[in-house]
């Protein structure tokens, strides 16, 4: 359903104030491709117009106490939208700058360091996602590690797509927070792999 009237509109953002996961799945359904395409558009990634997807309705999920007071919800979700993608592209161009302390590296004779490193990775992130609530730990499992949809963790949970989402969301963001003091340690990794998404 389209939230075309301001009378539907109020109704949808009080009810998402009162926690509704009902009218969330209706805005997040409304609007997710806007988003999408918007970050895409920018950032010539979908892996990072993905992300900005989940980040942007997470942000809105955890401020939904106070969206009663929004007077427009197409407005609200532009700044947001806005904003994350601007503060993607700042910490994109902030990493992508240091490109350059990196140029002298000999590929040939780092290839054993660079297994290492990425052998160390794998085993902080391990360790953070061990620290997970439980549901979360479970759903970033079977999406990363299984490669599952979903949609078909959904139905091996027994719960809905949307809910899927939301731990997932929950689960990158606590990820990322807790990773990002050892992005140095891998930052020419990160660095190489980064390039390699924004390339056209």
Known sequence: MSINSSSEQNKLLYELSQGSELAFT?????YKNIVF?????ITKSKILAEEAVQDVFLKIWQNHENLAEIASIENYLFIVSRNHIFDMIKKIA?????ISEIEHINTSSNDTDTIIKDDQYNVILNQIVEQLPFQQQKIY?????????????????GI????VKKHMALALK???HKISPYMNMFMSILLFLMLYILLP
Do not use: C, P
């Open 174 to 176: 606590f990820v990322r």
């Open 37 to 41: 395409s918007t970050a895409l558009k």
């Open 160 to 163: 809905s797509t949307e809910t």
């Open 141 to 157: 499992k079977m999406a990363k590690w299984d490669g599952l949809s979903h949609q078909k963790i959904g139905e091996d949970l």
């Open 26 to 30: 209706q805005l997040y359904n409304q």
């Open 94 to 98: 902030r990493e992508t700058s240091l």
